[in-house]
């Protein structure tokens, strides 16, 4: 796969995990069940696509190497806005954590099997 089309990959999973299913949710989503899908979004799909972006950034790391940092920069962003709370900061840089190690265990396997 071509460098143009896995940053096109990277970026549209990373907008549509980070953004637009937070938005929809947020704009969807009774009361009542605002809490458990944010709750879903925060320990299920963000921590998946943390591990996923990492993985496909991994198989090169010198050009994929600001992936982390979209991941956490674009959670930031839309959370700090969405909720009122201190925790975007914190949730933000566990996902920063976790794309690092995926992104450096990734380019580890890639290049141990070189």
Same mark, same amino acid.
């Given at each position: 796969?071509? *460098? +143009?089309?896995? @940053?096109?990959?990277?970026v ?6 980070? =953004?637009?299913i /937070? =938005? +929809? ?10 809490? =458990?899908?944010?709750?879903?979004? %925060? &320990?299920?799909?963000? /921590?998946?696509? @943390?591990?996923?972006? $990492?993985?496909? #950034?991994? *198989?090169?790391? *010198? &050009? &994929? $190497?600001?992936? /982390?940092?979209?991941?956490? $920069?674009? %959670?930031? #962003? &839309?959370?700090?806005?969405?909720y009122?709370? #201190?925790? /975007? ?12 190690? @995926?992104? =450096?265990?990734?380019?580890? #396997?890639?290049? *141990?099997?070189?």
């Amino acid at each position: 796969m071509g *460098k +143009i089309k896995r @940053s096109i990959i990277i970026v549209a999973i990373i907008l549509t995990a980070m =953004l637009i299913i /937070p =938005l +929809i949710t947020v704009n969807t989503v009774k009361a009542d069940a605002g809490m =458990l899908v944010t709750m879903m979004l %925060f &320990f299920v799909v963000h /921590p998946i696509v @943390s591990i996923v972006t $990492g993985v496909l #950034a991994g *198989k090169d790391i *010198k &050009f &994929f $190497g600001f992936t /982390p940092i979209l991941v956490a $920069g674009l %959670f930031w #962003a &839309f959370s700090s806005f969405t909720y009122v709370t #201190a925790f /975007p900061i914190v949730y933000s840089a566990v996902y920063l954590v976790i794309c690092t190690i @995926s992104m =450096l265990l990734t380019w580890l #396997a890639t290049r *141990k099997a070189k």
